[in-house]
């Protein structure tokens, strides 16, 4: 395997994507070639945080890496992914991003550049008993496209006043709640303030999340400019950001909703 990036943006996007992770697990498994019932070669990690409470998917397509060499047959191997990322905080802005897998039991990491000194790494793979998840298409009944920085401020505004976050949709109103012993929150976000919301006729959604896990998610409002939120009563809330220029670019997030009356 030997994997290359040299465009700027998406080195940053790179690094920054797999430094976020580090938030939701220690260790990931990282899937590159085709695989089960995907006919596209990618670059593809899946991974969930300890307690099992959310889920992660970093996809990207063969063509959004400068160079993307796999074999006949895919290639999954693991790894501490805070070892991963911190080694790509090392790198200078000119370097391009290259990585190599051969038959033994360590990842090659290169920070290389014309115009600086060249960094060179290895880090040991290790073993995790791990089985990628199926995840179903569905369709949600409502969905919401909003300017990530504006979202994610309104997240840690919330996190001021309680630890769970409550969204009520339905055809007129987007509104989000938090409460605790600081007192309550409540936001009515307007239609002008997102960039396309849909939902079901007559369709009502009370739903219940944990600000903590939501907030993790939205780090990625620092450098990805839209954040898409897909609701449902019957399946866990999406979080999806898009790494371009293909749908098929993506990281996303489920989140499990919290149980309870209103």
């Known amino acids: 395997m030997n994997l290359e990036i040299k465009d700027p943006e998406k080195k940053n996007v790179f690094a920054k994507a797999?430094?976020?992770?580090?938030?939701?697990?220690p260790n990931v498994s990282i899937r590159c070639g085709k695989e089960g019932d995907n006919d596209e070669d990618r670059f593809y990690i899946q991974g969930m945080d300890s307690a099992h409470v959310s889920?992660?998917?970093l996809n990207l397509e063969s063509s959004w890496f400068d160079s993307f060499e796999i074999g006949e047959n895919a290639i999954v191997f693991s790894l501490d992914i805070k070892l991963l990322s911190g080694i790509l905080c090392f790198r200078d802005k000119e370097q391009n991003i290259?990585?190599?897998?051969?038959?033994g039991d360590k990842l090659y990491i290169g920070l290389i550049s014309e115009n600086s000194i060249d960094k060179e790494f290895e880090i040991p793979l290790i073993d995790i008993d791990e089985e990628r998840l199926n995840i179903p298409d569905v369709?949600?009944?409502?969905?919401?496209?909003?300017?990530?920085?504006?979202?994610?401020?309104?997240?840690?505004?919330?996190?001021?006043f309680g630890k769970e976050l409550v969204f009520n949709c339905d055809e007129e109103n987007i509104k989000i709640f938090s409460?605790?012993?600081?007192?309550?929150?409540?936001?009515?976000?307007?239609?002008?303030?997102?960039?396309?919301?849909?939902?079901?006729?007559?369709?009502?959604?009370?739903?219940?999340?944990?600000?903590?896990?939501?907030?993790?998610m939205m780090e990625?409002?620092?450098?990805?400019?839209?954040?898409?939120?897909?609701?449902?009563?019957?399946?866990?809330?999406?979080?999806?950001?898009?790494?371009?220029?293909?749908?098929?670019?993506?990281?996303r997030f489920y989140l499990a909703p919290m149980i309870d009356d209103y």
Not at 18 to 25: A, G, M, N
């Open 139 to 160: 369709d949600y009944p409502a969905d919401f496209i909003i300017d990530s920085k504006i979202f994610k401020d309104l997240i840690d505004q919330m996190g001021f």
């Open 220 to 251: 990625y409002s620092n450098f990805i400019e839209k954040t898409h939120i897909y609701l449902s009563d019957n399946v866990p809330m999406q979080i999806y950001y898009s790494l371009g220029p293909s749908e098929k670019n993506y990281i």
């Open 55 to 57: 889920l992660f998917e």
């Open 98 to 103: 290259k990585m190599q897998l051969d038959d």
């Open 18 to 25: 797999l430094k976020y992770l580090t938030q939701f697990t």
């Open 179 to 216: 409460e605790g012993d600081n007192g309550k929150m409540k936001v009515d976000i307007s239609f002008d303030d997102v960039d396309e919301y849909s939902i079901e006729e007559d369709k009502k959604l009370t739903l219940k999340f944990s600000l903590g896990y939501i907030s993790w």
